[in-house]
């Protein structure tokens, strides 16, 4: 197999859905931590600030500002805990449900445009070898 076709064709995926990406969230005017920040919490449902820091991998005051920031757009709603105000509670507004379900219609109307260049058959193949190549990985 050649190491590096398999790189060159990935690497150019990559930067193909990540354009794409980006052009679709820029209207949004959130940073990419911000949209990842509304996309692990609608997979963990109500979460802490801590919590989510260290689902973002990233300090507090890094997921301290970025939620403040989508807590001023409306998207995120904060709640302090009734028995320990310490503790900060994270959900998604509905405004919020809502960002994130457009956005994924929008992904999949461009993966759609993608996959027409595939038959069906193509399709289902990648479909098969994505799946298998997320499976395996580890990390």
Known sequence: ????ALFEAT????????RNFR??????????TQYHALALMREAGTTTLMAMAGLLKVAGPTATRAIDALEQKGLV????????RRIVWLR???E???LLMRERQQ????????GSKLTPGEQQELI????????????
């Open 11 to 18: 690497f150019a995926l990559l930067r193909l859905l990540g």
């Open 1 to 4: 197999m050649d190491d590096s």
């Open 128 to 139: 098969r070898l994505l799946q298998k190549l997320v499976a395996g990985d580890n990390s």
């Open 92 to 94: 998604l507004s509905e």
């Open 107 to 114: 992904h999949i109307a461009y993966l759609q445009q993608l």
């Open 23 to 32: 052009r679709e969230r820029e209207p949004l005017n959130i940073t990419p």
């Open 96 to 98: 919020g449900e809502n």
């Open 77 to 84: 709603v904060k709640d302090r805990d009734p028995q320990d």
